[in-house]
Nanobody
Framework: QVQLVESGGGLVQAGGSLRLSCAASGRSFSSYAMGWFRQVLGKEREFVAAISWSADNTYYADSVKGRFTISRDNAKNTVYLQMNSLKPEDTAVYYC?????????????????WGQGTQVTVSS
């Protein structure tokens, strides 16, 4: 069993930056593909970024490419999402997800483990 806890959300002005963290409990975090999703109330959850267990491969939604960076520290059981040049349309609840399967499973939104989410609000 793995528990995921997100932190780092908050209120920021457009053009600003935030770094989200997702701390994982349990064993074998280093073997899990991880990802970030976001959801606006009333809309479907959307993929943001994913990273393979080895960090060799990363994937991004077109809407965040060049602005967001996903990374992980397996020694700390933590995955990060550095968000730069934030826009009001980035406002959402951000969720961390993880799965022992291939990274494609996470990208597709079929990860077995999910966090509770952290709110990110970008003001114009």
């Amino acid at each position: 069993q793995v528990q995921l806890v997100e932190s780092g959300g908050g209120l920021v002005q457009a053009g600003g930056s935030l770094r989200l963290s997702c701390a994982a409990s349990g064993r074998s975090f280093s073997s899990y593909a991880m990802g970030w999703f976001r959801q606006v109330l009333g809309k479907e959850r959307e993929f943001v970024a994913a990273i393979s267990w080895s960090a060799d491969n990363t994937y991004y939604a077109d809407s965040v490419k060049g602005r967001f960076t996903i990374s992980r520290d397996n020694a700390k059981n933590t995955v990060y999402l550095q968000m730069n040049s934030l826009k009001p349309e980035d406002t959402a609840v951000y969720y961390c997800a993880g799965d022992r399967g291939p990274t494609s499973t996470v990208v597709a939104g079929r990860a077995i483990y999910w966090g509770q989410g952290t709110q990110v609000t970008v003001s114009s």
